[in-house]
């Protein structure tokens, strides 16, 4: 049973910073990656930032690139979210996401609220 555990949501001013993290566990994984979604209210989710864990090649939304950072620690498999220079539009609900085997499997979600 694969489990993602989410931490670092919480209320930051705009222009402020937030790191989210998200560790895996529950299998041994080979090829996989993880990355992160979001969803604000009204809205449907979508695709925030991605990391390959084979070489740890990274993917963003253009909404965020450049300000948000996608990052590993392999030995923990667990991924995370830089968060720089927020804006009241990244208020969401933020999901982590881990894709192996064809398989998507996806944490309880963590609030992040950026204050104008």
């Known amino acids: 049973q694969v489990q993602l555990v989410e931490s670092g949501g919480g209320l930051v001013q705009a222009g402020g910073s937030l790191r989210l993290s998200c560790a895996a566990s529950?299998?041994?994984?080979?090829?996989?990656?993880m990355g992160w979604f979001r969803q604000a209210p009204g809205k449907e989710r979508e695709f925030v930032a991605r990391?390959?864990?084979?070489?740890?090649?990274?993917y963003y939304a253009d909404s965020v690139k450049g300000r948000f950072t996608i990052s590993r620690d392999s030995a923990k498999i667990t991924v995370y979210l830089q968060m720089n220079s927020l804006k009241p539009e990244d208020t969401a609900v933020y999901y982590c996401?881990?894709?192996?085997?064809?398989?998507?499997?996806w944490g309880k979600g963590t609030l992040v609220t950026v204050s104008s």
């Open positions: 996401n881990l894709n192996v085997d064809g398989m998507d499997y």
């Open positions: 990391i390959n864990w084979s070489g740890g090649r990274t």
């Open positions: 529950g299998r041994t994984f080979s090829s996989y990656a």
